[in-house]
């Protein structure tokens, strides 16, 4: 078609429809039209490089049909500084141009649309947790009520039903109170609850908390209930790392980053699911370059076959890549860690 779009921006915009971006790689988050937009036009990284792809989904609707919504999932691969590798992307928009035709109803539109990104090598569904966060956010975003499993959610938390009941609630309603923590009431009642908590109830809630900022006392609760984890002799390694990840957006840096070099410290810190959480969760408290160096260490201590995938991932984030051939360059490196980086870059840095 002549004047085709060039872009997903253009070709939402010829739509007729509004969009809102978010992450679903690394941390559920509202990404900006305006980073979405610069990332498009390969003149900045993707801001989440999750295993050197970027993956987003994007709410659409149409300003005529407002309560009508549709969801992309979308996955597009990275080149080695983080840029979109654009090619991808022109071959995602001719085939949706092959099969979606711009001058439909929106009814009909749409539904050419959803059929066109059905079977898409670039299109990915994602696990449960994940959708159920997604939809939170959504809703959150568009001033929409909660799911009807929100209350229910809130019920347990509160311990009205007993903690043990807790394959009653539903993953949406745990998503959709973690995403509306501005609500003292739910923070605090989220608080009480975690020591109480069993390990499967807690294990979901902190995949839901690693997407959203928390003050105390929720991020104190968590932290105190890691440090118990980790005196315990047999040591649930899943359990602290749910812990880390729940943890990553703490607005409290200090005592967030003291826990992590408590953990890094300890015979877990070898471990790879410790390892992975810290790298793909809370790789922001690794700008501080003491526990970048301990983090570092560790990693190599772990071995190549954990070494090398993770720190590839690391070095894709935009705000890391400096930091960590900066740390690798120092001379207080161990002969381990420099042994380790010249089995995966094969050469000196």
């Known amino acids: 078609m002549e004047n085709s779009p060039q872009t997903l921006g253009e070709f939402i915009k010829l739509t007729g429809s509004k969009m809102r971006i978010f992450d679903m790689g690394r941390r559920i988050c509202e990404i900006s039209d305006y980073n979405f937009s610069t990332f498009e036009n390969a003149q900045t990284p993707y801001p989440y490089p999750f295993q050197q792809q970027a993956l987003f989904g994007i709410v659409l609707w149409n300003k005529s049909h407002k309560d009508e919504q549709s969801v992309w999932f979308l996955k597009f691969p990275l080149d080695e500084m983080g840029l979109l590798i654009q090619v991808a992307r022109d071959d995602f928009l001719n085939r949706l141009l092959e099969k979606a035709i711009l001058d439909h109803e929106p009814s009909e539109q749409s539904e050419k649309i959803d059929a066109a990104l059905k079977d898409n090598p670039y299109s990915f569904t994602p696990n449960p947790d994940r959708m159920a966060v997604f939809h939170a956010k959504v809703a959150q975003a568009l001033k929409a009520a909660p799911s009807q499993y929100y209350e229910h959610a809130i019920q347990y938390f509160k311990g009205e039903n007993g ?91 200090e005592k967030q980053r003291e826990t992590y070099h408590k953990i890094l410290n300890a015979p877990l810190g070898l471990e790879p699911e410790i390892l992975a959480s810290i790298s793909g969760k809370a790789w922001e408290a690794l700008e501080e370059p003491n526990l970048l160096n301990k983090y570092l260490e560790r990693l190599a201590q772990a071995g190549q076959g954990c070494f090398n995938p993770l720190l590839a991932d690391l070095l894709y984030i935009p705000c890391m890549r400096l930091l960590i051939m900066q740390s690798l360059r120092s001379p207080q490196c161990s002969n381990t860690l420099t042994s380790a980086v010249g089995a995966m870059f094969g050469k000196k840095l």
Request: a negative charge; proline letters at 3%; hydrophobic letters at 35%.
């Open 163 to 253: 903690f043990d009941q807790w394959k009653f609630v539903g993953l949406q309603g745990i998503a959709d109170i973690s995403s509306r923590l501005e609500s003292k009431e739910n923070e605090n009642t989220l608080s009480k609850a975690i020591s109480e908590l069993p390990a499967e109830p807690y294990s979901i809630l902190c995949s839901c908390l690693e997407n959203e900022i928390i003050n105390r006392p929720l991020a104190d609760a968590i932290i105190q209930r890691i440090d118990e984890s980790i005196k315990n002799e047999e040591v649930d390694i899943g359990q602290v790392a749910m812990g880390i990840r729940a943890i990553s957006c703490s607005s409290g840096k």
